[in-house]
C-alpha cells in the first residue's frame, strides 16, 4: 500500500528551501508514495509545482482552518518554520506523524508552542551538521538525523551559452547568485572586492537575483564608477549562466548549506564560499573548493587572483566539485528520506 504524504511550505517567494522542496518531492516519486504539496494559493511555489506536474492544493490564511485537508494522509512533511504549527495542529486533531527539514542556522523561537511542535516532530532532520548542533541545543532529547540539500541537475542550452560567451568574450566571469540581501548573502564584500580589482579590466563580475538591496548595490556601483560590475536580474535560464561562469563565488554571513554551490559545482566550475554555517559540509577543507573569512575583501580579492592566475588549480576545483556532487544526488538524498518516512508510521 503507497504511503500518502503531505510536504507543507507555505513561503511566499521560490528560493532555495522552495526549491529543494520540490526537489525533494520529484526525488521521492520514485518510490511507493503518493504525494501533494500544501502551499500557499497563487505563490510562485504553486505556480512553479504545476509547471512540474507537482500535485498540489493551495491554501489560504488563515492557515489553520484548512487543517481538515491533512486528515486523509498517512505522515506530514514540514520544509519550512511556519508550516509546523499546521502539521502540529493534525498531530493533535488526527494524531498524523510528521518530520521537520530544518534548513536554517536560527535557532527557533523559545515559546511553548514553538518547543512543543518541535516536540512531537517524530524527526527534525538538518540540512547540515551546523543546524544539527543548533537544534539538539534547543531540544537535546530528540531525534535527529542530518540529511543535505540536493545538487539539482541544471541543464543548459548549448546555444544559448555560446551567444553568452561570445557576448563576454575575453572577459574572466565571476558569477554570484543569490537574493540580494547584503545581511545575508553578503554581496557588499563582493563590491568592494570588485573595487580592489578594478584595475585588472578582463575581470568582470555578474550578479543574479533579486531583492531589498538591489537598489543600495546600484548606487554604491555608480558612485565608486565602478564599470566590472553588472545586475542581471533573475533569469529561469540561470544554468546557461553557470555554464558560462569562470568562477563561482558565494560570501554569505551566514549559511544553512548553500545550496547554490552544489548548482555550480554541476557545471564544472571553481568555488569561493565562506567559511560559515553548512558551507563546510559542502567544500571540506580547501578540498572542493576555496574558504575564504566573509569579512575580508582583501582575502576574497586574493582567493580570486590565485584562480584568475592558475588555469591548473581552476581546473583540479571544478573537477573536484563535479565529483562532490555524488554525495548530494537526488537519489543518494531521497532514500535517506524514503527510510526516515517507513520509520515515522511505524
Given at each position: ?6 510536504h507543507i511550505n507555505l513561503a511566499k517567494g521560490l528560493r532555495g528551501g522552495e526549491n529543494q522542496t520540490l526537489a525533494i518531492i520529484n ?96 524527526f527534525i532532520v538538518s540540512i547540515s551538521h551546523k543546524i544539527d548542533d543548533v537544534m539538539r541545543e534547543f531540544l537535546p532529547q530528540h ?165 584568475y592566475e592558475d588555469k591548473s588549480l581552476r581546473e583540479h576545483y571544478a573537477h573536484a566539485g563535479f565529483e562532490r556532487r555524488a554525495d ?19
Open positions: 500500500m503507497s504511503l500518502n504524504i503531505a526525488g521521492v516519486s520514485v518510490f511507493d508514495v503518493r504525494q501533494v504539496l500544501i502551499c500557499r494559493k497563487n505563490s510562485l511555489l504553486e505556480k512553479q509545482a504545476q509547471k512540474l506536474n507537482i500535485p498540489s492544493i493551495g491554501i489560504r490564511k488563515p492557515f489553520l482552518i484548512n487543517v481538515l485537508t491533512l486528515e486523509s494522509f498517512d505522515l506530514i512533511h514540514v520544509h519550512e518554520g511556519r508550516s509546523i504549527y499546521f502539521a502540529l495542529a493534525a498531530n493533535l486533531l488526527f494524531k498524523k506523524p510528521y518530520l521537520v527539514t530544518r534548513r536554517i542556522l536560527n535557532k527557533p523561537h523559545e515559546k511553548w508552542l514553538t518547543k512543543l511542535a518541535y516536540r512531537r516532530a517524530s531525534t535527529y538525523k542530518v540529511i543535505p540539500d540536493i545538487a539539482r541537475v541544471l541543464i543548459s542550452n548549448p546555444n544559448e551559452v555560446n551567444k553568452l560567451k561570445n557576448q563576454f568574450s575575453g572577459k574572466f566571469v565571476i558569477g554570484h547568485v543569490g537574493a540580494l540581501d547584503n545581511a545575508v548573502k553578503n554581496q557588499l564584500l563582493i563590491l568592494n572586492t570588485a573595487n580592489l580589482l578594478r584595475d585588472h579590466e578582463d575581470i568582470i563580475f555578474l550578479f543574479f537575483g533579486i531583492g531589498k538591496d538591489e537598489s543600495f548595490f546600484k548606487q554604491f556601483v555608480s558612485d565608486s564608477n565602478l564599470t566590472n560590475i553588472f545586475f542581471e536580474g533573475f533569469k529561469e535560464n540561470i544554468a546557461d549562466y553557470y555554464d558560462l561562469f569562470d568562477v563561482f563565488i558565494y560570501p554569505s554571513k551566514e549559511e544553512g548549506l548553500g545550496s547554490a554551490i552544489l548548482e555550480a559545482f554541476n557545471f564544472k566550475c571553481p568555488v569561493i564560499a565562506a567559511n560559515v554555517g553548512g558551507i563546510p559540509d559542502i567544500l571540506g577543507d580547501d578540498t572542493y573548493g576555496l574558504l575564504i573569512n566573509p569579512n575580508s575583501e582583501y582575502e576574497l580579492a586574493e582567493a580570486v587572483m590565485k584562480l548530494f544526488s537526488a537519489a543518494e538524498i531521497c532514500a535517506k528520506y524514503d527510510n526516515i518516512y517507513k520509520l515515522c508510521i511505524k
